[in-house]
């Protein structure tokens, strides 16, 4: 059996790896095992907190809201019953919006709520 050589496909692997981990400190950007292991943790690191800025989101959302809603003499959970009870269906994300940019709107949006839980 005769004898494969890989040189060139092993070179654009390394320089793919050594690219990718531009800017890292010490021998992680110039040696190619400390910079794959480097580049490993930084991909896996990125996937998960891709998954984890939704939920952040989220809580900075709900913050925003609670905030709002207090101003208006309710709470966070009192707010989204109400709107619940009223069939309001408007999600967390523009309510947040709401809250910040346009406050006449939001007011509507607890006085409804508001009306609902007295009912």
């Known amino acids: ?5 890989g040189g ?7 320089k793919k790896i050594l690219r990718m981990a531009k800017g890292h ?22 996937y ?15 913050t925003r809201i609670n905030a709002a809603a207090r ?7 009192k707010l989204i019953a109400g709107l619940g009870k ?11 919006d709401l809250a910040v940019r346009n406050e006449p709107a939001f007011a509507k949006i607890a006085a409804t709520a508001k009306a609902a839980l007295s009912r």
């Open 25 to 46: 400190r010490g021998s992680r950007h110039k040696l190619f095992r400390q910079a794959n292991e480097s580049v490993m943790h930084a991909l896996r690191y990125a």
């Open 71 to 77: 101003l208006h003499g309710l709470s966070y959970s």
């Open 1 to 5: 059996m005769s004898r494969v050589k």
């Open 8 to 14: 060139a496909v092993t070179r654009r692997r390394h």
């Open 48 to 62: 998960e907190h891709r998954r984890d800025r939704k939920g952040q989101f989220r809580r900075l959302w709900i």
């Open 86 to 96: 009223a069939k309001v269906e408007i999600n967390r994300k523009i309510l947040a």
